[in-house]
């Protein structure tokens, strides 16, 4: 994963960035994908992360979210696929969750600026 921030002064972090992060993954089959990082989330004590594939215009057609299991213990961060259909299960259900509260919370400061 080759992280392309374009925030200078953050260093990779992305808590740091204004959410204009990509990554560059390469994928099983070597293709490589350029993707925008929607969020990085705890479950279960774990992290994870949501990936946004982006097409050769910068943007996501179909809606397709990536999921990876996260670690930045190491000097760069490292994905690895979750195996685990239950695992995978929790991971998809909290990412839903945070997405449905990021939607309600967008609409009740529509209707407060109302």
């Known amino acids: 994963m080759d992280?392309?921030?374009d925030t200078a002064?953050?260093?990779g972090n992305c808590d740091s960035c204004d959410g204009?992060?990509?990554v560059t993954l390469t994928l099983d089959n070597d293709e490589q994908v350029e993707c925008a990082i929607l969020t990085i989330f705890p479950v279960n004590g774990r992290d994870y992360i949501?990936?946004?594939p982006l097409d050769?215009?910068?943007e996501n057609e179909d809606g397709e979210v990536f999921?990876?299991?996260?670690?930045n213990s190491q000097e760069s961060p490292?994905?690895?696929?979750i195996e685990d259909d239950e695992e995978y299960e929790a991971v998809a259900d909290a990412f839903d969750e945070m997405l449905d509260a990021a939607e309600y919370d967008?609409?009740?400061g529509e209707e407060e600026a109302e």
């Open 67 to 71: 999921i990876y299991r996260y670690d």
């Open 50 to 52: 949501a990936l946004l």
């Open 78 to 81: 490292v994905l690895e696929n």
């Open 56 to 58: 050769e215009n910068g």
């Open 20 to 22: 204009n992060i990509t």
């Open 3 to 5: 992280n392309k921030c």
């Open 106 to 108: 967008e609409l009740v």
């Open 9 to 11: 002064s953050c260093n």
